[in-house]
């Protein structure tokens, strides 16, 4: 596939759509001319998404979509060919938090974050793939994180779901190479989002004080606006990337850790403010 990725009159399906990254993908996608089927769980923030998206020539969809949901994820694809005929590009950008070392997380709460981050990549990537795979030019995208690069203390239930999902993507590109389907896997560093604020705790762990605490502290690590995100990713879609670093930070880190693959942590303890 030479060349740059034209996105003009393309359709993307983009999960995680209704804020947040997800929602700085649809904007800079619909820049370009591309069409969008926008899926969320919460359909209250559609309107939002809605309003940035809306520009001449586009046709927008809106789903309201569980991918740890099998069933409407698989039916998916079909409400989505109804709207627009067709379907190019898959963004899987919904995703989770949880906060905890393994001792503090419940294996309720580790295959709650798992269903969401990892399966719900691979169950939406396996509903749309026939449709990819028909299009004369398509694109599959899943969203890791920085924490797909590097595994914090305190991340392990994430951090597993991510590096799961960097794993999957690098994978699947392999299998792909020679047909029309170009694969990127994304890992975004600190973008100001709500993940932070809306991450799960375990019940008990903190006191509602020291909660809010953890909270603020991991929010002001959140410093790329999520339209500057957005932006980033979609280029790297257009360019056909395999991997796109969004942030100093993620190229940093990933620097580190290639140089020091198993005592980057000790590195990044020492590089740490304060």
């Not at 990933?254 to 000790?266: D, G, H, M, N, T």
Request: glycine fraction near 8%; aromatic fraction near 6%; proline fraction near 4%.
């Amino acid at each position: 596939m030479p060349g740059r990725m034209k996105l003009h009159s393309r359709t993307a399906v983009v999960t995680g759509a209704a804020s947040g990254i997800g929602q700085a993908i649809a904007v800079s996608l619909a820049r370009r001319g591309c069409h969008l089927a926008l899926a969320d769980i919460n359909e209250a923030q559609f309107a939002q998404t809605a309003k940035l998206a809306a520009l001449p020539g586009i046709r927008i969809s809106f789903h309201r979509l569980d991918v740890a949901d099998r069933e409407a994820v698989a039916s998916l694809p079909a409400a989505v060919v109804a709207e627009h005929g067709r379907v190019d590009i898959l963004i899987n950008n919904a995703g989770v938090a949880l906060g905890g070392t393994f001792d503090q997380v419940s294996e309720v709460d580790f295959e709650w974050l798992f269903e969401i981050n990892f399966w719900g990549v691979v169950r939406m990537t396996r509903a749309f793939l026939p449709l990819l795979r028909a299009s004369d030019d398509a694109s599959l995208v899943n969203l890791s994180s920085l924490y797909g690069l590097i595994s914090p203390p305190g991340q392990t239930a994430y951090s597993a779901s991510k590096f799961a999902v960097r794993g999957f993507t690098q994978s699947i590109r392999h299998e792909l190479e020679g047909s029309h389907v170009s694969v990127t896997v994304v890992h975004p560093g600190g973008v100001a989002t709500a993940i932070a604020r809306n991450a799960r705790i375990p019940k008990g762990l903190f006191s509602e004080q020291e909660e809010a605490q953890h909270r603020s502290a991991a929010e002001r690590l959140l410093r790329m606006p999520a339209e500057m995100a957005g932006e980033i990713i979609v280029k790297g879609i257009e360019r056909r990337k395999p991997r796109v670093l969004v942030g100093m930070d993620a190229k940093i880190i990933s620097f580190i850790e290639r140089l020091a693959p198993v005592s980057y942590w000790k590195i990044l303890k020492r590089l740490r403010p304060g």
